[in-house]
């Protein structure tokens, strides 16, 4: 038919959503002259992971547990979203650059063109959120949808998920965004998070996010950011968990649960997605939960 999916621009050669503004040739020059700290820290996933999850977990542990009153947009900047440099007539802060450390960043960039320094001494620390990807695409769906009119998506499912599994979705094919990260997995300054074992283990997960970024915290410590860290204690805030730029507020906070794509797909859907996706994954070690 004449479905065109959810409204996106390039960059850098990637497809992204409509709603990354300011998409324009400079980034794509001052990209390959950005300069990464050795403490930054990247937060990386394809869209509907778990990218905010993962944000409050290490801004908790940052904060020595103590939870913010402020928005998760405003404590991260997207990285794609973001001016690299400052430009005459800018406020200092605005430009990454230009912000001090530690720079908290999310970012949906497949792995090439992420910016990451050949010498391993002052590599910055790289967190991978990778989830099944049918339900990556409900919660995709159910985000575009929120964006409202404005949004340009009020196709069906079925129309997102064709969409998103013939590799025209945002950011690309789920498998090829997730494969070359799962590749490095071992780079000790790259920590690949599945969002199936943080829902299982958050206790173990949140020592884990914390060890890779050598941030020693107690027992009790670890324990008080991972029960604030579960779906319903940061429901509670679902204010600070949403889009603050568009009118419809999107909520980046839904159901939270393992296996919400078995109300949505079809046999038919959930075969394709197996053929297209998930054989890709044969051989590479990585595996996901679809729950039950
Ligand atoms: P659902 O739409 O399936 O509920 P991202 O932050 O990458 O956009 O991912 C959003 C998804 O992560 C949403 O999935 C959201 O509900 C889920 N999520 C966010 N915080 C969560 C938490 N504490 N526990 C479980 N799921 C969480």
């Known amino acids: 038919g004449d479905f065109k999916g959810p409204r996106q621009a390039l960059l850098c050669g990637v497809r992204v959503p409509f ?5 324009d040739t400079d980034f794509e020059k001052d990209l390959s002259r950005f300069e990464t700290r ?5 937060i990386v996933t394809y869209p509907k992971s778990g990218t905010t999850w993962v944000q409050e977990i290490v801004w908790q542990i940052y904060h020595n547990g103590k939870v913010s009153r402020k928005n998760i947009e405003e404590r991260y900047a ?11 007539g800018d406020e200092p802060a605005v430009a ?4 001090p ?3 908290f960043m999310k970012c949906h960039f497949p792995y090439h063109l992420l910016p990451m320094s050949q010498n391993e001494a002052n590599r910055s620390k790289y967190i991978y959120v990778a989830r099944n990807p049918k339900d990556v695409a409900v919660s ?4 575009v949808r929120s964006f409202g009119p404005d949004g340009d998506f009020n196709g069906t499912f079925e129309n997102f998920a064709n969409f998103f599994v013939n590799g025209k979705g945002s950011y690309g094919l789920w498998s090829d965004h997730v494969l070359p990260w799962w590749k490095r997995r071992n780079d000790p300054h790259i920590l690949f998070l599945k969002y199936e074992d943080l829902k299982k283990d958050l206790y173990f997960n949140v020592r884990r996010v914390s060890e890779f970024l050598n941030k020693s915290l107690s027992e009790d410590v670890i324990a008080k950011i991972a029960h604030q860290c579960t779906f319903g204690e940061m429901k509670k805030n679902s204010d600070n968990f949403s889009v603050k730029d568009i009118d419809s ?5 839904r159901k939270g649960q393992i296996g919400d794509w078995r109300n949505y797909f079809s046999a038919e859907l959930s075969k394709k997605f197996d053929e ?12 996901f939960d679809f729950g039950t």
Not at 38 to 42: G, I, R
Not at 140 to 143: G, I, R
Not at 249 to 253: D, E, G, M, T
Request: hydrophobic share 40%.
């Open 38 to 42: 050795e403490d930054d820290v990247f």
């Open 78 to 88: 997207q990285f794609e979203k973001s001016q690299l440099f400052p430009r005459p």
């Open 276 to 287: 297209i996706l998930v054989s890709k994954l044969e051989g590479s070690g990585l595996s």
């Open 140 to 143: 995709y769906f159910h985000f």
């Open 19 to 23: 709603y990354a503004p300011v998409i």
């Open 101 to 103: 450390s530690p720079r």
């Open 96 to 99: 990454l650059s230009s912000r």
């Open 249 to 253: 507020k999107p909520l980046l906070l």
